[in-house]
Nanobody, 127 residues
Framework: VQLQASGGGLVQAGDSLRLSCAAS????????MGWFRQVVGKEREFVAA????????YCGDSVKGRFTISRDNAKNTVWLQMMRLEPGDTAVYYC?????????????????????WGQGTLVTVSS
C-alpha cells in the first residue's frame, strides 16, 4: 500500500484548504483511513478518521466542527477539508491506512495501530 498526500501550503488564518490522499492499493475499501498531524518536537496527533465504507467518521476535539473527512472508494482517495484554519493547525499532515476488513469496533485513533503511512504534506497557517 502506498499513500500520497497532497494539497498542503501556506494560508492565512480563517482560510480553507483541502488535503488529498491517493492510495495505491488493490482494495481500498478494506481500509479505514485516518489523518494525523505532527509538529516538530511533539507527538503525532489524531485529526480525523473514516470507516472503510465511508459511513462513519470521527474528528478530534481540536478540529471538530472545522474539519471534515471524506472518501471515494472508486477513486482510491480520501480528503480532509479544513475550514476556519488557525495558526495552531500548522503542522505536517499525514494520511494513514488501517486494514479493517475484519475489524469490529469504533474507528481507530491511535497512530501506532495504523498499518501504512503517506509522506506528509505541510500546512502553514499564518496569523
Amino acid at each position: 500500500v502506498q499513500l500520497q498526500a497532497s494539497g498542503g501550503g501556506l494560508v492565512q488564518a480563517g482560510d480553507s484548504l483541502r488535503l488529498s490522499c491517493a492510495a495505491s492499493v488493490r482494495t481500498f475499501s478494506n481500509y479505514d483511513m485516518g489523518w494525523f498531524r505532527q509538529v516538530v518536537g511533539k507527538e503525532r496527533e489524531f485529526v480525523a478518521a473514516i470507516s472503510r465504507s465511508g459511513d462513519s467518521t470521527y474528528c478530534g476535539d481540536s478540529v471538530k466542527g472545522r474539519f471534515t473527512i471524506s472518501r471515494d472508494n472508486a477513486k482510491n482517495t480520501v480528503w480532509l477539508q479544513m475550514m476556519r484554519l488557525e495558526p495552531g493547525d500548522t503542522a505536517v499532515y499525514y494520511c494513514a491506512a488501517y486494514f479493517a476488513r475484519y475489524k469490529i469496533g469504533p474507528l481507530t485513533t491511535a497512530p501506532a495501530l495504523y498499518d501504512y503511512w503517506g509522506q506528509g504534506t505541510l500546512v502553514t497557517v499564518s496569523s
